[in-house]
C-alpha cells in the first residue's frame, strides 16, 4: 500500500487495509512524550494537569533551588549537572526542610488568609504573593513531583 504494490493487500478488505497501515505508521512514529521535556538520560520530565495551581516554577526559581540544595545538603548544582538523575533530584528537591529558601517560596504562594487574620497580616501576606508571584504564561511549566 505505501510502495503501490497491490499484491501485499489483495486479500485484504478496505478496513482491513487501513488498519494495517495505522499499525504500521504506530511502529515507524511511535507516539512518544516528545513534547515532554527530558533529563539528561532521556527520560521523560512529567508536566502536571492544567487543573493544578503551579507552586513553582525551575526557571524563576532556579537560584532558590540552588541555595536550598547548599543549605540542606552541600550539593552544587552545577557541578552535578548531568550526573545527578532526575528522579534523585525530585527526591531531594521534595525533602527539602521548611527552613530552606525554596521551602519558604512555595509556603507563600500556597497560604491561604484565614479566618481571624489582622488586615495587618493579610496585607503583608499579599504583598509576598505578589513578589514572589510566578507569570501566568502558557509556555512556563511546572514539574510535577
Not at 488498519?19 to 512524550?33: M, S
Not at 526542610?97 to 501576606?125: A, C, H, N
Amino acid at each position: 500500500m505505501l510502495l503501490g504494490i497491490s499484491f501485499l493487500f489483495e486479500h485484504y478488505d478496505l478496513q482491513a487495509q487501513q488498519q494495517i497501515f495505522n499499525q504500521l505508521l504506530e511502529q515507524l512514529f511511535p507516539k512518544t512524550e516528545s513534547k515532554l521535556p527530558h533529563d539528561v538520560d532521556g527520560n521523560p520530565i512529567h508536566l502536571p494537569l492544567k487543573t493544578e495551581k503551579r507552586t513553582y516554577d525551575f526557571k524563576q526559581d532556579a537560584s532558590y533551588i540552588y541555595a536550598s540544595f547548599m543549605q540542606a545538603y552541600g550539593i552544587d548544582l552545577f557541578e552535578e549537572q548531568g550526573k545527578l538523575h532526575w528522579k534523585k533530584f525530585q527526591a531531594l528537591l521534595s525533602g527539602l526542610p521548611e527552613d530552606t529558601k525554596f521551602k519558604q517560596v512555595i509556603g507563600i504562594r500556597s497560604r491561604k488568609e484565614y479566618k481571624g487574620m489582622s488586615s495587618e497580616e493579610r496585607k503583608q501576606l499579599q504583598e509576598l504573593k505578589e513578589y514572589y508571584a510566578l507569570p501566568e504564561t502558557e509556555n512556563v511549566h511546572e514539574w510535577e513531583d
